[in-house]
């Protein structure tokens, strides 16, 4: 079984992910800036796992509340990682980014690397999530957080309604739940994450939230 790809131009994905997904794109830098007030770490380094065309990393770049951090991304897709490369040049902040094209199941960084690492929707995108998950809380540092926004198969059907309507409004098919983790399946997943210093929380959204669950990773 491979990663699965999106299936639309990294073009189309750029408007869908900053106009489609907007108030969740919000509400999870909203999470990733409380966090990282009160990281431990001192790596300072922020890692975007299956980042698409990095509107995220651009946000919490654009910011201004992430001065003394490197930002990271990573995805498996050759034509996001191109697209995202391109903007940052655009942009001219080439020295504070790094874009790599790599699989969540072999990350090309070493052990306690990353402060933060936060990624939304890509669970159920990953060949290998119990692999994917390892790999994360092994990169991550002493002091350091992961933040985790997944959609479920038994997501509050306003909220998937809403979700639906906004993704229609910018060209994309409705949300399928059939390849989704329901919340105890996401709890179960986090077994893999069982290791000495690792605690892990998993919460279920409120609201236009209730699209999905918080899986939440502290390192010790």
């Known amino acids: 079984m491979n990663d699965l790809l999106v299936n639309i131009t990294p073009e189309h994905y750029e408007t869908y992910a900053t106009e489609g997904t907007s108030p969740w794109n919000e509400y999870l830098m ?16 922020i890692l975007d796992i299956g980042m698409g065309t990095g509107h995220m990393l651009f946000n919490l770049y654009h910011s201004q509340k992430l001065t003394d951090y490197s930002f990271y991304g990573v995805d498996i897709d050759p034509r996001m990682v191109r697209f995202c490369v391109k903007k940052c040049i655009e942009l001219k902040c080439q020295h504070v980014f790094n874009i790599v094209e790599a699989s969540v199941s072999n990350l090309p960084f070493p052990d306690n690397s990353f402060s933060m690492i936060y990624a939304r929707s890509v669970i159920h995108h990953w060949a290998e999530p119990e692999k994917g998950l390892h790999e994360l809380c092994r990169i991550l540092d002493n002091g350091g957080r992961i933040i985790i926004h997944e959609p479920l198969a038994d997501a509050e059907e306003t909220a998937l309604g809403v979700f639906n309507q906004s993704r229609s409004e910018c060209g994309v098919t409705n949300m399928s739940t059939d390849e989704k983790f329901t919340l105890a399946g996401i709890t179960d997943l986090l077994h893999c994450c069982g290791l000495d210093g690792i605690s892990r929380t998993v919460t279920r959204g409120e609201g236009l939230a209730a699209l999905g669950c918080e899986i939440f990773i502290k390192k010790a």
């Open 30 to 45: 909203e999470r990733i800036l409380e966090e990282a007030s009160i990281i431990t770490s001192a790596r300072k380094k």
